[in-house]
């Protein structure tokens, strides 16, 4: 997979995940043209890779500090996402 284009800023996750909410409104409703529904698309999946990188970074941080605490154990509704 191809990184998000460096044309934005680095967002925040709330603002990356605000942007792709209103994406995905976009996109629902049918008042787009095909090109403007494509642009919104691709910056959708975009988005959705920079907030899929931000939690796997979370994860593996908050794994971290659990081994530095002592607490390996993950209860089960709490288990890292996998790919």
């Not at 995905?24 to 043209?33: C, G, K, Q, V, Y």
């Not at 090109?35 to 919104?40: G, L, S």
């Not at 939690?55 to 593996?60: A, E, F, G």
Request: aromatic residues 4%; without cysteine.
């Amino acid at each position: 997979m191809t990184p998000p284009t460096p044309s934005k800023k680095q967002l925040s996750f709330s603002e990356a995940f605000a942007e792709l909410e209103k994406i995905t409104t976009d996109l629902e409703s049918d008042n787009l043209d095909l090109d403007k529904a494509i642009a919104k698309f691709e910056r959708g999946l975009e988005l959705s890779q920079q907030l899929k990188a931000k939690l796997k970074s979370v994860n593996q941080r908050v794994e971290k500090i659990r081994q530095k605490f002592g607490s390996t154990e993950i209860p089960e509704d709490e288990a890292p996402i996998e790919e």
